[in-house]
C-alpha cells in the first residue's frame, strides 16, 4: 500500500460520515452492507489500495458515523456529498446488499461520475419470495427490544445464509458481522426516514451503461441470486461470477477469490485501473 492511510470525518447532508483513505490512482470507493461498517472491507483495503485511490466509509447510522436525529436522507445523495468533499470527479464503485443499491441510485442519478460498478449481494429490491425461517422469532426479539438477538438472527440470515449452520461459517466473520450490526440496530430508532430513488431503479437498469460486474455468493439467499440475474440481464455492459462457498458477504468469507475476480475485472475495464 502506498502511504499511510488517512481517515476523518465528513461533514454530509448534516451527518458526520467516518472515511479512510489510502493509496494513489483511479478512485476506488467501498460501500459497505447494511449489516456491517467499513470494517467489512478489510480484506480489500490494501490490496486494492496497491493500484487506486481507495475510500471506504460508515454510512450514516453505522460504524464510528453520527447523524442528526430523524432527519430524512437518501444513502446515493450521501455518497455523492462524500466524493465532493474529498475532491472525487469520477470513480469505481464498489457496494455490497444496500451498498449495491446505493451505488446503483447514484450511476442512475450520476452516470458522468461512474468508471464501473461492482456489486455483491444487492438488497433492496421487492421480492416475492417466502420471508426466512427466522423472520417471526427476529420481529418478536425486535418487539421485546432483544437487539443482540436480532443481530444473531439477522448473522444466520445472511452470513450463514439457507444452507449452512453457525459452525460452517468463520467465527471472525460472523463476530464482527453481529458486533458491527448492533451499532447499526441501536442507531436506527434515531435514523431518519431514507427516501427511496424516484424512479425506482429497478425500472431504470439499462439505463446504467458503465460497465458493471455482479458478484454472487453460491449459498446466499434464493431471492439475492435472483437480483443478481435481473443485474445482469438489465445492465447493457453486465458480467457475473459467482464465488462459491460463501452467501452474503463473499468479500468477507473469500477475500483472496473476491480480490482477484474484482481487480481482473477492473484491469479489463479501459479507464478504471
Same mark, same amino acid.
Given at each position: 500500500?502506498?502511504? $499511510? /492511510?488517512? @481517515?476523518?470525518?465528513?461533514?454530509?447532508?448534516?451527518?458526520?460520515?467516518? %472515511?479512510?483513505? *489510502?493509496?494513489?490512482?483511479?478512485?476506488?470507493?467501498?460501500?459497505?452492507?447494511?449489516?456491517?461498517?467499513?470494517?467489512?472491507?478489510?480484506?480489500?483495503?490494501?490490496?486494492?489500495?496497491?493500484? %487506486?485511490?481507495?475510500?471506504? %466509509?460508515?454510512?450514516? @447510522?453505522?460504524?464510528?458515523?453520527? $447523524?442528526? *436525529?430523524?432527519? /430524512?436522507?437518501?444513502?446515493?445523495?450521501?455518497? #455523492?456529498?462524500?466524493?465532493?468533499?474529498?475532491?472525487i470527479e469520477r470513480a469505481v464503485l464498489v @457496494?455490497?446488499?444496500?451498498?449495491?443499491?446505493?451505488?446503483?441510485? &447514484? *450511476?442512475?442519478?450520476?452516470? +458522468? #461520475?461512474?468508471?464501473?460498478?461492482?456489486?455483491? =449481494?444487492?438488497?433492496?429490491?421487492?421480492?416475492?419470495? +417466502?420471508?426466512?425461517?427466522?423472520?417471526?422469532?427476529?420481529? *418478536?426479539?425486535?418487539?421485546? @427490544?432483544?437487539?443482540?438477538?436480532?443481530?444473531?438472527?439477522?448473522?444466520?440470515?445472511? !452470513?450463514?445464509?439457507?444452507?449452512?449452520?453457525?459452525?460452517?461459517? %468463520?467465527?471472525?466473520?460472523?463476530?464482527?458481522?453481529?458486533?458491527?450490526?448492533?451499532?447499526?440496530?441501536?442507531?436506527?430508532?434515531?435514523?431518519?426516514?431514507?427516501?427511496?430513488?424516484?424512479?425506482?431503479? !429497478?425500472? #431504470?437498469?439499462?439505463?446504467?451503461?458503465?460497465?458493471?460486474?455482479?458478484?454472487?455468493?453460491?449459498?446466499?439467499?434464493?431471492?439475492?441470486?435472483?437480483?443478481?440475474?435481473?443485474?445482469? #440481464? =438489465?445492465?447493457?455492459?453486465?458480467?457475473?461470477?459467482?464465488?462459491?462457498?460463501?452467501?452474503?458477504?463473499?468479500?468477507? +468469507?473469500?477475500?483472496?477469490?473476491?480480490?482477484?475476480?474484482?481487480?481482473? &475485472?477492473?484491469?479489463?475495464?479501459?479507464?478504471?485501473?
Amino acid at each position: 500500500m502506498t502511504g $499511510a /492511510p488517512e @481517515g476523518g470525518f465528513a461533514e454530509v447532508n448534516g451527518a458526520s460520515l467516518y %472515511y479512510d483513505v *489510502a493509496g494513489n490512482g483511479e478512485p476506488l470507493v467501498l460501500v459497505h452492507a447494511g449489516i456491517a461498517d467499513c470494517r467489512m472491507w478489510d480484506g480489500q483495503f490494501e490490496a486494492f489500495a496497491e493500484r %487506486y485511490r481507495i475510500v471506504r %466509509y460508515d454510512m450514516r @447510522g453505522c460504524g464510528r458515523s453520527e $447523524a442528526p *436525529a430523524r432527519a /430524512p436522507f437518501s444513502h446515493h445523495d450521501d455518497l #455523492r456529498g462524500l466524493l465532493d468533499f474529498l475532491d472525487i470527479e469520477r470513480a469505481v464503485l464498489v @457496494g455490497c446488499s444496500i451498498g449495491a443499491r446505493t451505488i446503483i441510485d &447514484f *450511476a442512475l442519478a450520476h452516470p +458522468e #461520475r461512474v468508471l464501473a460498478l461492482v456489486c455483491p =449481494s444487492l438488497s433492496g429490491f421487492e421480492s416475492d419470495e +417466502e420471508p426466512p425461517g427466522e423472520w417471526e422469532e427476529l420481529v *418478536a426479539a425486535d418487539e421485546a @427490544g432483544d437487539l443482540e438477538r436480532v443481530s444473531e438472527l439477522e448473522v444466520r440470515i445472511w !452470513v450463514d445464509g439457507p444452507y449452512r449452520s453457525p459452525d460452517q461459517v %468463520y467465527r471472525a466473520v460472523r463476530d464482527l458481522v453481529r458486533e458491527t450490526n448492533l451499532i447499526t440496530l441501536r442507531n436506527e430508532p434515531d435514523l431518519g426516514e431514507e427516501r427511496p430513488a424516484q424512479p425506482p431503479a !429497478v425500472n #431504470r437498469l439499462a439505463e446504467i451503461q458503465a460497465p458493471t460486474l455482479v458478484v454472487a455468493g453460491d449459498l446466499d439467499r434464493p431471492e439475492v441470486g435472483l437480483r443478481a440475474d435481473l443485474l445482469l #440481464r =438489465s445492465i447493457p455492459r453486465a458480467q457475473k461470477v459467482v464465488i462459491n462457498g460463501t452467501a452474503h458477504v463473499p468479500s468477507m +468469507e473469500k477475500p483472496r477469490e473476491f480480490n482477484g475476480v474484482v481487480l481482473g &475485472f477492473l484491469s479489463g475495464v479501459s479507464g478504471a485501473g
